[in-house]
């Protein structure tokens, strides 16, 4: 009998987001959220959250489009309150103050990028 194959590994996990301004869009995740530039290729672009994860900005053309409905890019931070704060005063569009929501175990606020994708800053509860 064939050995089963090992699970390869992995490496960068990137997120896509999609925008008809890449300018404004890259702005937002380079300059307000302070996320580090790692690849420039043009029409796309791709941001360090972390060291394994990262977020692409991509101008939308032939079938990808911006499509923020259904999308939740979730950012985990103990300061919730803090981001709040920041982005308020950077004039980021908010949906709300933040909340706990007890049926998740989590604290967060919601803000909006540029091209309308929902962002999360999120703290676990337990």
């Known amino acids: 009998m064939a050995e ?3 699970r390869p590994s992995m490496g960068r996990q990137i997120t896509w987001v999609y925008t008809h301004d890449l300018d404004c869009s890259c702005h937002f995740y380079a300059d307000v959220l302070g996320f580090e530039q790692i690849v ?3 029409s796309a672009r791709i941001f360090a959250v972390s060291d394994s994860a ?3 900005v991509c101008l ?3 079938d990808r489009k911006v499509e923020p409905s ?3 890019l979730t950012l985990v931070t103990d300061e ?3 981001w709040y704060t920041y982005l308020n005063s950077a004039s980021v569009e908010l949906e709300g103050e933040p909340r706990e929501l007890p049926q998740f175990g989590i604290y ?3 803000a909006r990028d540029p091209a309308g994708y929902r962002v999360e800053f999120q703290q676990f509860l337990t």
């Open 4 to 6: 089963s194959p090992t």
């Open 40 to 42: 420039d290729e043009g």
């Open 54 to 56: 990262s977020v692409g």
């Open 60 to 62: 939308a053309w032939g």
């Open 70 to 72: 259904g999308t939740c």
């Open 80 to 82: 919730v309150d803090a």
């Open 108 to 110: 967060a606020c919601f």
